[in-house]
């Protein structure tokens, strides 16, 4: 048997797994490689590349600034912007998430845009009191869209741009792409605004989510704590809510509103028992709830006491409550400075990525604790898993001979069934494999196809940037569909049928609008 017929099998088969999602998708990304090790496509250093590849560097680090500007509460603020423009309506919610990411991801690629912006829209949703199901299917496929506005929205455009200058048709400026980004955008939010409610599955996360945006209000409330001393949250001070369990160290002690604790740092803002406000020393039983109040790092410290039960995480609260915090300065620079060396090409992706990860830990704006934990290692280890398929469809020639046969059958029927060919075969290969791997197979087919029709190199390589961006139909497509799918509590088939929607879109503007601006 063929290694390309093999390649071919072991893809089959990772599909099937994730259809049947009965297994987790790690274990199905991780069995690829040792699966197409074992049958002798690739070897050992081949099969684990993926996992010390440079995009799996990037991604990481796109995690911690997201991460980060989460913590600093830059996405809270963003998030009350944004709701402020557009309300509780999910049309202007639609409309705004859509712009917002396009703009952001013409200068940062999807995954990163994608990354940063998945806690402000899940914010957004809580607060507009909607499932975050409906909001970020949009946010992952608005981000394919505007990573057609800016030659820096995509590494496949700069790969394009490349392919470009060589065929002597000279690069393709820093806002070519944007004539047929700007078409697609529009119409990505015209679709999802009428078909979205139809289309867009409705789901709950494997987390619940509430949004503590108004904590301080509600706490005030509900210990009656008055005009006069009520409960303010700043960027150095907080609250936290706490139960009393059974069987605790403090059950039979005496606390009352303005005792200190033990250490000095937390201070008592009140007492209930059984729901009932307690103004004078109290014996503490079972179910108590006290109000502490303190600095944030040591009410996260007193939340780790197993005497005592945290209603709500500290710093989950600090996140949603206090808009632009400690840290949000350092973390808006970070940020500005790594898209600047994205846009400038003056180091790498993945090193622009970690310097700024790495400035996030050196500014302390994270600890190295909250780092691990703000990585979507899922996400990581799929992607590093699959690129072992990536790079076994190239060896094997699996994916060349697919290209090749279809491009054969179309060629001689003229450019547009020529734009029609290759539009099959990358919006087929890129549901599959990497839309940058996509793109390298499919360029030099069409380069020489459109070189034995005599016809300008120029609409081919514009058509094919904007069939690779259209990776909807799976949520293993792009690293920017698989960030969403936890958050959302999305499941594999809940993506084709408003990505097939979307495809057939991308179809026409490549194949009918691209050689309208750029002529055969």
Not at 22 to 42: I, K, S
Not at 263 to 283: C, F, I, M, P, Y
Not at 395 to 410: I, N, Y
Request: proline content about 6%; overall charge negative.
């Amino acid at each position: 048997m063929s290694a390309a017929v093999i390649t071919l099998i072991v893809l089959g088969a990772t599909v099937a797994f994730f259809v049947w999602d009965r297994l987790p998708v790690m274990v199905v990304a991780l069995c690829v490689p040792v699966a197409l090790w074992a049958t002798g496509v690739l070897d050992l250093g081949e099969a684990f590349a993926g996992f010390g590849d440079p995009t799996i560097i990037f991604i990481a680090s796109l995690f911690v600034v997201s991460e980060a500007l989460d913590a600093a509460g830059v996405t809270t603020w963003v998030g009350g912007v944004a709701l402020r423009l557009a309300g509780e309506s999910r049309v202007r919610l639609v409309v705004v998430i859509l712009l917002l990411v396009a703009v952001v991801t013409a200068v940062i690629t999807p995954n990163g845009s994608v990354a940063a912006l998945t806690p402000v829209v899940v914010v957004l949703a809580i607060r507009a009191r909607r499932s975050p199901s409906e909001l970020l299917m949009p946010l992952a496929f608005g981000a394919h869209a505007g990573s057609l506005l800016m030659l820096t929205g995509s590494p496949v455009n700069l790969v394009i741009a490349d392919y470009a200058e060589a065929a002597g048709v000279g690069p393709f400026g820093l806002f070519a792409f944007a004539a047929a980004g700007v078409p697609l955008v529009l119409a990505t939010i015209i679709v999802v605004v009428l078909l979205g409610p139809r289309l867009i599955p409705h789901r709950t996360p494997g987390r619940s989510l509430r949004d503590l945006g108004g904590q301080a209000a509600v706490l005030s409330e509900h210990y009656a704590l008055g005009d006069d001393e009520p409960v303010r949250l700043s960027r150095g001070v907080g609250v936290i809510e706490a139960v009393i369990p059974p069987r605790s160290a403090f059950v039979g002690d005496t606390a009352y509103p303005g005792m200190p604790t033990e250490s000095g740092r937390l201070v008592v803002r009140a007492v209930q028992h059984r729901g009932e406000d307690v103004g004078a020393k109290h014996t503490l039983h079972a179910g108590d709830t006290l109000l502490f109040q303190g600095a944030w790092e040591d009410l996260a410290e007193a939340a780790q006491d197993p005497d005592i039960l945290i209603v709500d995480d500290p710093e989950l609260v600090r996140r949603q409550a206090v808009p632009l915090g400690t840290g949000a300065k350092r973390t808006l620079v970070i940020l500005l400075a790594m898209i600047v060396l994205l846009a400038t090409n003056v180091v790498p992706a993945a090193i622009a990525g970690l310097l700024a990860a790495l400035a996030v830990i050196v500014t302390r704006v994270l600890t190295v604790r909250q780092v691990y934990a703000g990585i979507g290692w899922t996400t990581v280890i799929l992607v590093g898993g699959l690129m072992s398929l990536s790079a076994a469809m190239v060896k094997s020639g699996a994916a060349e001979q697919l290209a090749d046969g279809l491009v054969t059958m179309v060629g001689e029927a003229g450019p547009y069934a020529l734009l029609a060919g290759l539009f099959v075969v990358t919006a087929v290969l890129g549901q599959l494999i990497s839309n940058m791997a996509t793109a390298f197979i499919v360029v030099p087919v069409g380069l020489a196809a459109a070189a034995e029709m005599g016809i300008s190199p120029a609409p081919v390589l514009m058509a094919i940037a904007v069939f690779a961006a259209a990776a909807l139909l799976t949520p293993v497509a792009t690293p920017a569909n698989l960030v969403v799918m936890e958050a959302a509590g999305y499941r594999f088939g809940d993506y084709w049928k408003l990505g097939l929607v979307l495809i057939v879109l991308y179809g026409l503007v490549g194949i009918f609008l691209v050689p309208i601006l750029w002529p055969f």
